[in-house]
Nanobody, 114 residues
Framework: QVQLVESGGGLVQAGGSLRLSCAAT????????MGWHRQAPGKERELVAD???????NYADSVKGRFTISRDTANNTVYLQMNSLKPEDTAVYYC????????WGQGTQVTVSS
């Protein structure tokens, strides 16, 4: 099986920055696309950003221009650089990877105060 380990969450003030990381470990044959979703209390999980094996990126309109997704293929790791954070970015952030099936990380809390 594949395990995704997330880190980098925390508490920041509005306008600050955080860098999330997510490393895939375990019995990995091949890693395809990777990405991030987030879920705030009382809301459904929503796509934040993803990156394909070819390096193409996609962002939700709400984070475009502020967040940057990248990957380290050698270490099966995906990153999310989050700049100019807003209180509405507060959520649990979940990374995922698509291989033979879809795998999810355990989530990391991001809290942005005014």
């Amino acid at each position: 099986q594949v395990q995704l380990v997330e880190s980098g969450g925390g508490l920041v003030q509005a306008g600050g920055s955080l860098r999330l990381s997510c490393a895939a470990t375990g019995s990995i044959f091949s890693i395809g696309a990777m990405g991030w979703h987030r879920q705030a209390p009382g809301k459904e999980r929503e796509l934040v950003a993803d990156i394909t094996t070819g390096g193409s990126t996609n962002y939700a309109d709400s984070v475009k221009g502020r967040f940057t997704i990248s990957r380290d293929t050698a270490n099966n790791t995906v990153y999310l650089q989050m700049n100019s954070l807003k209180p509405e970015d507060t959520a649990v952030y979940y990374c995922w990877t698509s291989t033979l099936r879809l795998y999810w990380g355990q989530g990391t809390q991001v809290t942005v105060s005014s």
